[in-house]
């Protein structure tokens, strides 16, 4: 089955600065990679995904990549901001249609004043 | 509210109790899924179902777990027996599957429920 690992575990970066998280995937049939953001007492809540079919998308400061071959994709936050402060979680699905989608372990982000 | 509700928020019990967890999706939702999540990991898969039917159920769930959707509305997760390596945060999560359309895939999910036992 599926198999996500994400890496750092933790990141602290200064405000303003940007942010890089990264994952990796082991099933090649995989086509769904969604980002979610986890927020202290609440459930995680989509803030992008990207689909196989591309290689890039960017909505605001937020933007993924993703590397079919190498089986990689990333999370980019350019001139974060305190509430960017989160759990941050990768994932992968074997279909867009989020029959079942496997997270990877969470990235605790900390954006320092 | 029309998000997905969770009840209870918290449940304290006594190891070798039962505990049942109910999940109110979005209502057009038809697909809803049950996710376990402890601290510091990521949501670990359990179950989903598809209206009333259930289509998967992780190989790592315990017989002691079960769920049900019986109208293809709510649905309730069972733990029989507890054991405090149940202790953990249970997700529930909804989405909309049409697969005549494109679809984002989207898991819209609850706040959790909380277990812990002694």
């Known amino acids: 089955g599926e198999n996500v690992e994400q890496h750092p575990s933790t990141l602290s970066v200064q405000e303003g600065d940007s942010a890089v998280i990264k994952c990796t995937y082991s099933d090649s049939a995989s086509n769904y990679f969604p980002w979610y953001k986890q927020e202290l007492g609440k459930g995680p809540q989509l803030i992008i995904d990207i689909r196989s079919n591309v290689g890039e998308k960017k909505d605001q400061r937020i933007a993924v990549t993703l590397n079919k071959t190498a089986k990689h994709f990333s999370l980019h936050i350019t001139e974060t901001q305190p509430e960017d402060s989160a759990v941050y979680f990768c994932?992968?699905?074997?279909?867009?249609?989020?029959?079942?989608?496997?997270f990877g372990s969470g990235t605790r982000l900390s954006i320092r004043p | 509210d029309t998000g997905v509700s969770q009840d209870p928020r918290h449940k304290i019990t006594k190891r070798g109790q039962n505990v049942t967890f109910r999940c109110d999706p979005i209502s057009e939702h038809n697909r809803l899924y049950w996710y376990r999540q402890t601290l510091g990991q990521g949501p670990e898969f359990l179950t989903y179902f598809q209206n009333e039917a259930q289509l998967e159920k992780s190989r790592l769930l315990s017989d002691r777990f079960s769920a049900e959707r019986p109208k293809g509305s709510f649905s309730t997760l069972e733990i029989q027996r507890t054991e405090q390596g149940d202790s953990a945060m249970y997700l529930c999560a909804s989405s909309l599957y049409n697969r005549l359309i494109e679809n984002t895939g989207e898991l819209f999910f609850g706040e959790g429920s909380r277990l812990t036992v002694l």
């Open positions: 994932a992968a699905s074997g279909s867009s249609s989020a029959s079942k989608i496997i």
